[in-house]
């Protein structure tokens, strides 16, 4: 084992990742690289430190005795690397680095540009990076370190993951206006289920909310008129707009729709669709100082909106 002095951290942290995903073309996906990019990098590991670390077939990745042992270390040895990195940013005073964040949709489509414009112009050098995709993807995006932090919009119990609550959201009931012959703003339950409505797909935040609370309230989807399932939620306004149906939106979503008098908003008698907004990442993992930074301002933005949020210039009421 005389090459250790020659390993390099972009090495390790390859290995570490074909052996998590016992897989190569599957490391290459998560680092970004090339397949051959991830061959030629474990066998010059394997040649600096002169033994075998995986066992492979043409169907399967398998650790060695050698990998296994190295995996150990290797972790820690990027983990002490990762910190010692933070602490001489934090002695040099200069904030910059990547920063990969996961976003579901409606905050990623409504709510995160507002943020980014502001967290862009205070820290410039920091190459951030955003997925936006539904709360499921995004969990699995976490857990195989794909992003360095996540903000989802439902509640997840998972013990790889550490969520905390972080923005206050509003679900209501949109239509186009004029779509009801009444004048009311507040549906009931029975209205409710002859109403055609445009519902998000399977893994979307917004969806597991609406099907919790009408749940408590004894109403489940089997008992609404759903007409169509769509991927985004701009699909799914422009779906509302044309008079096809109605549809549960974040009250984020549709404000400048509900300006231009293009929607309208409606409440559901006895039924309140609230929900927060949350910051997840990986259970056990050392942040990078970008990622606490955007944690951080974050949470910032959150006290501020809560102490005023109709006058918020971030958009979000």
């Known amino acids: 084992m005389g090459g250790w002095r020659n390993v390099n951290y972009e090495r390790l942290q390859t290995f570490i990742a074909v052996a998590e995903k016992n897989s190569f073309s599957e490391a290459a996906k998560k680092l970004f690289v090339t397949q051959p990019t991830i061959t030629s990098q474990i066998k010059a590991l394997e040649e600096e430190l002169q033994t075998k670390l995986f066992e492979r077939t043409t169907k399967t990745v398998k650790l060695t005795q050698s990998g296994e042992i190295l995996l150990k270390y290797a972790r820690n040895i990027v983990q002490l690397s990762n910190l010692a990195r933070k602490e001489i940013l934090k002695i040099e005073e200069k904030i910059y680095g990547d920063l990969k964040i996961g976003c579901s949709l409606t905050i990623g489509e409504?709510?995160?540009?507002?943020?980014?414009?502001?967290?862009?112009?205070?820290?410039?050098?920091?190459?951030?990076?955003?997925?936006?995709?539904?709360?499921?993807?995004?969990?699995?995006?976490?857990?195989?370190?794909?992003?360095?932090?996540?903000?989802?919009?439902?509640?997840i119990n998972d013990k790889h993951i550490v969520m905390h609550p972080i923005l206050e959201d509003e679900l209501c009931l949109v239509t186009k206006v004029d779509y009801f012959p009444f004048l009311e703003k507040q549906i009931t339950l029975d209205q409710l289920k002859n109403i055609p409505l445009i519902i998000r797909e399977n893994g979307?935040?917004?969806?597991?909310?609406?099907?919790?609370?009408?749940?408590?309230?004894?109403?489940?989807?089997?008992?609404?008129?759903?007409?169509?399932?769509?991927?985004?939620?701009?699909?799914?306004?422009?779906?509302?707009?044309?008079?096809?149906?109605?549809?549960?939106?974040?009250?984020?979503?549709?404000?400048?729709?509900?300006?231009?008098?293009?929607?309208?908003?409606?409440?559901?008698?006895?039924?309140?669709?609230?929900?927060?907004?949350?910051?997840?990442?990986?259970?056990?993992?050392?942040?990078t100082s970008t990622t606490e930074l955007f944690m951080d301002e974050l949470r910032k933005m959150a006290i501020a909106l809560e102490g005023n949020i109709s006058t918020n210039r971030l958009g979000v009421v």
Request: proline share 2%; hydrophobic share 40%; charged share 20%.
């Open 110 to 155: 409504y709510i995160l540009p507002h943020f980014l414009k502001r967290f862009k112009e205070k820290y410039p050098l920091i190459h951030m990076q955003a997925k936006i995709s539904n709360s499921t993807s995004i969990v699995h995006h976490i857990k195989d370190q794909v992003v360095h932090v996540g903000l989802i919009e439902t509640p």
């Open 204 to 287: 979307s935040g917004t969806r597991e909310v609406v099907e919790q609370y009408l749940k408590r309230a004894g109403v489940s989807f089997h008992d609404l008129n759903i007409v169509m399932e769509l991927g985004s939620t701009e699909a799914i306004k422009a779906v509302v707009e044309s008079g096809l149906g109605a549809s549960f939106i974040s009250k984020n979503a549709i404000l400048k729709e509900k300006q231009l008098g293009l929607l309208t908003s409606y409440s559901i008698k006895n039924v309140a669709f609230n929900r927060h907004f949350y910051l997840v990442f990986r259970k056990g993992q050392i942040l």
